[in-house]
């Protein structure tokens, strides 16, 4: 009989992913001026103005206003038509100090016993439906917003393009879980009103609006689809069939947008961030906090151990569960489901069950939050890049970012505005997406 399944992603202009990446690059300056900055910041947007709150441990100190301003700048509302824009938004910041009950939970005489900074469970997939182990469904929505905005910033082709959109994508598998086909595309974007009534009647308004509805489908399917296709292995190009379905723009006109059309906060794209609703969520977010936050931390380990778990060849498909007690160093559990899909085996050659690979990888994977933050390497300013187009799937790269505090063995690149020396010091993004592990794993597991 088979399936459908469906998942979303939204653009950086979605408001609330305005709010993800202003949240993210306050945490960033944070973590630029004192790597052991103690941050949970959180964003509110809306037509014209901007909320900062949240608490924060530092030595340091940030522009709360500048960094906002960057931001949305950087992701194109630079315009004041747009009744929410880079120049004249209003910036208010309400950010305070972190809890100490909180802070005797997290900071430790001995690092290694650093506690959780909160209670709860996280959760890591991967499968091999995408060279980068994701679901296709949530990679294809993903790469139709990015090449969208990347057309618009080219400035070339669909010149009407506004930073706000919606994709969806919808896959048919078979019975075997196996992708057949892409059922449905779903494309919603901002657009400039670049088709006017003839007059002030109802019927012309329409007809201006399907006008520009028709236009924009036809660049989604002869700029868009076009570019996204050839981008992906020819395997999922096969999946592109004639008889999809494509809806853009289903209500008509999609003049308003961005904060102005709907308000804007952090934290509410959780299942955009992570699988597209395959595996599981926790219900934690990950904006704007720092790395002692196992919400985040956590949720970025698990997935580095689902991923290298299934390149590894151990299964083809695996969700990790991880779960911790404010304060307590040790999680109080870790759980793996491989859908039946693990290749391993044991002395008797029976395949391993779950619980037994479980035991294995906790073996491999040190937990406690110290050993996740220097594994992953996350006392450092690389969380901007996550906060749009999910968390997880990307490559991994290396970059230099300057930093406000000493790197040993290097001089201060320059003095900034305010005294302050500069140094450059080169980071890793995306760590948690590194296939490092799969030979420990390998001989782990006697493959």
């Not at 657009?191 to 924009?216: G, L, R, V, W, Y």
């Not at 804007?264 to 955009?272: A, E, M």
């Not at 779950?354 to 996350?378: C, Q, V």
Request: contains cysteine; aromatic residues 8%.
């Amino acid at each position: 009989m088979g399936y459908f399944f469906t998942s979303e992603s939204v653009s950086e202009g979605h408001p609330d992913k305005v709010a993800d990446q202003i949240s993210d690059a306050l945490l960033d300056e944070f973590l630029r001026w004192d790597p052991e900055s103690k941050v949970a910041c959180e964003t509110f947007v809306t037509t014209g103005l901007v909320v900062c709150g949240g608490e924060v441990l530092t030595s340091g100190w940030v522009d709360v206003q500048e960094t906002a301003r960057r931001v949305i700048r950087n992701i194109g509302y630079t315009k004041a038509e747009y009744r929410f824009d880079c120049d004249s938004c209003g910036v208010i910041s309400t950010i305070h100090e972190q809890s100490s009950d909180i802070r005797q939970g997290v900071v430790r005489e001995n690092p290694e016993e650093q506690g959780a900074g909160d209670q709860g469970m996280m959760f890591g997939y991967a499968c091999r439906e995408m060279d980068n182990y994701m679901p296709i469904s949530i990679e294809l929505a993903h790469t139709f917003l990015e090449e969208l905005a990347a057309i618009r910033r080219e400035g070339k082709q669909m010149k009407y393009l506004r930073p706000d959109s919606k994709s969806q994508v919808t896959i048919e598998y078979d019975d075997n879980n196996n992708p057949i086909r892409i059922d449905t595309i779903v494309i919603s974007t901002q657009h400039d009103e670049f088709i006017t009534p003839k007059n002030n009647s109802h019927s012309a308004e329409k007809a201006a609006e399907k006008a520009m509805q028709d236009k924009i489908k036809g660049d989604v399917l002869s700029v868009l689809i076009p570019r996204v296709k050839k981008s992906l292995p020819q395997r999922i190009q096969k999946l592109f069939r004639s008889d999809i379905k494509l809806l853009v723009n289903p209500t008509g006109k999609f003049v308003i947008g961005g904060p102005h059309g709907d308000t804007g906060l952090t934290g509410r794209k959780i299942i955009i961030d992570t699988y597209g609703g395959h595996g599981a969520h926790g219900g934690g977010a990950f904006s704007g906090k720092d790395p002692s936050k196992v919400d985040r931390s956590a949720a970025y380990a698990v997935r580095h151990i689902a991923k290298n778990l299934v390149a590894a060849g151990v299964c083809d498909k695996a969700l990790i569960q991880v779960a911790y007690a404010i304060g307590v160093a040790q999680p109080v559990g870790l759980y793996v489901n491989t859908f039946g899909s693990a290749h391993v085996k044991d002395a008797r050659g029976k395949v391993l069950h779950d619980g037994e690979i479980a035991r294995k990888i906790s073996g491999i994977f040190d937990m406690r939050p110290y050993a996740i933050i220097n594994r992953l390497k996350l006392k450092n300013p690389v969380f901007l890049p996550t906060a749009s187009y999910g968390h997880f799937g990307r490559d991994p790269f290396s970059r230099n970012v300057e930093v406000y505090y000493e790197v040993p063995g290097t001089r201060p690149k320059s003095v900034n505005g305010n005294g302050r020396k500069v140094w450059l010091k080169k980071v890793e993004f995306f760590t948690w997406e590194k296939l490092d592990y799969v030979d420990k794993i390998k001989k782990t597991f006697k493959i």
